[in-house]
């Protein structure tokens, strides 16, 4: 019976993102606002856009439904998709830990990272914690304020390789896969390596994880992997060749925000495809999704470091001087690496009673050098993001609905 609703399962989520877009709306919304788009239109698959967005309507019982819209969604299309792979990462991590369901273990107790491979690293405080001692809690703190890319390496250990892509799988996320750590030139048989870790009570050991080994690989039919006409290697030499991104992360537009719809929404689905959280884990994510590091005090941010605006791109773009509206709150996780920058975000205003969904990818790599840190991000890819969350949110002011949503639970400060 098991195997039988494992099939049923997959098979409903295989139809379901087979299920044809609506290809026409986004292309025509941007065509109207030729004049800030137009670079992109004209050269889609050398700017390797892709977006989704989602309208939200509420039943009278407040009840979510959706409906989706695309431009150039292709799974098999790839594009790198950097920090974004942290959000399913984190929501795992949270889901082990109320699994075991051990006394004394939870998201505030002290993990102590050590090493037992070749390149890893201990860790054993945390000057930006409150109690100057890592955890899982603020971990996710660091990945949803900042992007913090050792927080979500402590994580990815923490869960596993393997265990990070069976819960991909079993929540419906067919066309994705995490493979690495981040920023340490993670991969290769050091990838398939995770730390022993323990957590503490206290002085009390309540549980010790051993050092884990994957030996599984992931195969993806995947286009698109190779691209440009050259790279800097690990020796910051030039390689006029074009780079691969053959054995990296994979995670598509459509199965980021399937993760983000689960999470923001998960009276949305039946109760045995709900991730498995306790409601003060929603609380955590949901809080410091939306919040901006000018208002965290653990961790504590630099303002002219991480300004207000900092992470929320398909609204502000990554302009230290946005002007801030206190009726919009922004529920994202972004990534920008090799030319790519993605969003991933929900989008409220209060005020107005506008909810909506919103995925993009966007690259820019002018000289088509990778890893010579030579992106356009600033002129081309921020800007881009920017204007299209604006536009969208302009088009949603716009739209009537039956019932007005109630954004209570979103409402966290």
Not at 239 to 262: C, E, G, R
Request: net charge positive.
């Amino acid at each position: 019976m098991k195997q039988l609703y494992t099939f049923i399962f997959c098979l409903m989520a295989t139809l379901a993102s087979g299920q044809k877009l609506n290809t026409h709306f986004i292309e025509k919304l941007l065509k109207k606002n030729s004049n800030l788009f137009d670079s992109i239109l004209k050269a889609p698959d050398h700017k390797q856009v892709q977006i989704l967005y989602t309208q939200i309507d509420r039943d009278k019982n407040n009840i979510p439904h959706f409906k989706s819209y695309g431009y150039r969604v292709d799974p098999e299309w790839y594009f790198y998709p950097a920090s974004t792979v942290k959000l399913p990462t984190l929501i795992f991590a949270l889901e082990k830990l109320n699994k075991l369901n051990i006394p004394g273990l939870n998201k505030t107790s002290t993990m102590i990272t050590d090493s037992a491979f070749k390149g890893q690293t201990r860790v054993l405080k945390d000057s930006t914690s409150e109690s100057g001692l890592p955890s899982i809690e603020h971990y996710i703190k660091k990945i949803l304020l900042t992007s913090d890319n050792d927080a979500y390496n402590r994580l990815f250990e923490f869960v596993g390789r393997s265990e990070v892509n069976a819960r991909l799988k079993a929540n419906g996320v067919l066309h994705s896969r995490i493979l690495n750590r981040l920023a340490i030139g993670d991969g290769g048989e050091s990838a398939k390596h995770t730390n022993p870790i323990k957590f503490y009570d206290g002085d009390k050991l309540v549980y010790s994880q051993e050092a884990q080994y994957d030996e599984k690989d992931y195969p993806l039919t995947l286009t698109n992997l190779t691209r440009g006409r050259g790279y800097m290697n690990s020796d910051d030499k030039l390689v006029m060749q074009p780079y691969s991104f053959a054995n990296k992360n994979v995670y598509t537009a459509a199965d980021q925000q399937h993760i983000l719809k689960k999470l923001l929404f998960p009276e949305a689905f039946p109760g045995n495809e709900q991730f498995y959280l306790k409601p003060d884990d929603y609380t955590l994510i949901y809080k410091y999704m939306s919040m901006y590091p000018t208002e965290s005090d653990y961790p504590k941010y630099n303002p002219k470091e991480f300004w207000t605006a900092y992470s929320k791109f398909l609204f502000y773009g990554h302009d230290p001087a946005a002007k801030i509206d206190s009726n919009i709150r922004i529920f994202n996780k972004y990534g920008d690496s090799y030319g790519y920058v993605i969003d991933n975000a929900y989008i409220v205003d209060f005020k107005n009673h506008v909810e909506f969904m919103l995925f993009a990818v966007v690259q820019s790599n002018n000289d088509e050098i990778y890893n010579d840190e030579k992106y356009e991000y600033e002129t081309v890819c921020y800007p881009f993001l920017k204007n299209l969350g604006q536009v969208i949110y302009q088009h949603e002011l716009t739209r009537k609905k039956k019932y007005l949503p109630d954004l209570t639970k979103f409402k966290l400060r």
